[in-house]
């Protein structure tokens, strides 16, 4: 690492809607207003969460909800936070072929720029997994940097033009929530202010990935995370921020710049 003497946390969100659930087959349309529970009652928490703290966050969002639920994506924005783009529907992004993923590439992002006003710069694969195919795909459309898997929570160049913001398993809610038997929402907490402590000690980076659906619409989970966002907050040699800035200052080589090969 290079620059910065304190450590990098950013607090990202993903999905919105019934996007996934209609890429993996399980709806065929969109839920009638308010009826999702993401939408109706996780993000107003999530959003109200952040404002307390007033935290910026980063949204990884399916393009498809730029079409369908357009406010939703542009609250996002007016609020202040920073919008990333999570595929159309949803898709397992590293399984896709290159053609088909440079064309949901592309409406993806003109989808959420129609809808929140302005253009992503993140990208997040859906599924964790970006595939060979997404470096030129990014590159293409003018993006800034990849937020999917990579070597660990070790940020990277992948390009001169585009940064790679990486995330691990145990920093995403789903990781502990989707069980068949779920974490106590306290592990969960006692377990992210760990992984804060080790970025401390290492000057490194922590992302954590929650969802409106999961996170977002209970109140002890929300609680949790809240948890985890106090302790960021209140210690010195930690700077809370968008993954995007994070990006920004790898690309300006001030931060994290080691290129892979």
Not at 122 to 149: I, K, N, Q, W
Not at 225 to 231: D, H, I, N, Q, Y
Not at 241 to 250: I, Q, Y
Request: proline residues 5%; charged residues 25%.
């Amino acid at each position: 690492m290079s620059g910065s003497c304190r450590a990098l946390v950013c607090f990202t969100f993903d999905n919105m809607g019934e996007a996934a659930d209609i890429g993996a087959g399980l709806l065929s349309e969109a839920r009638p207003t308010g009826m999702d529970p993401s939408l109706s009652v996780g993000f107003p928490a999530v959003f109200a969460l952040l404002e307390r703290y007033s935290v910026r966050g980063t949204f990884f969002i399916e393009g498809w909800n730029g079409v369908h639920h357009p406010e939703a994506v542009a609250e996002i924005v007016e609020r202040g936070h920073e919008l990333g783009m999570h595929g159309w529907l949803h898709e397992r992004w590293g399984a896709l072929p290159a053609a088909e993923a440079r064309d949901l590439a592309f409406r993806a992002t003109e989808a959420l720029q129609e809808a929140g006003g302005c253009r992503p710069r993140g990208f997040r694969a859906p599924g964790g997994s970006r595939g060979s195919h997404t470096e030129r795909v990014l590159r293409d459309l003018g993006y800034r940097y990849d937020a999917s898997l990579g070597d660990g929570m070790e940020p990277r160049l992948l390009a001169p033009d585009l940064a790679q913001v990486p995330f691990v398993w145990p920093g995403v809610d789903g990781f502990y929530y989707l069980r068949d038997e779920p974490t106590d929402p306290g592990v969960v907490r006692d377990g992210w202010k760990a992984a804060l402590r080790k970025s401390v000690d290492r000057r490194g980076l922590f992302v954590l990935i929650c969802h409106a659906f999961l996170t977002g619409i209970d109140a002890v989970r929300l609680a949790a995370l809240e948890g985890v966002l106090a302790a960021a907050l209140a210690d010195e040699n930690i700077e809370v921020c968008t993954t995007g800035h994070v990006a920004d200052l790898m690309l300006a080589g001030e931060w994290g710049t080691e290129k892979v090969d």
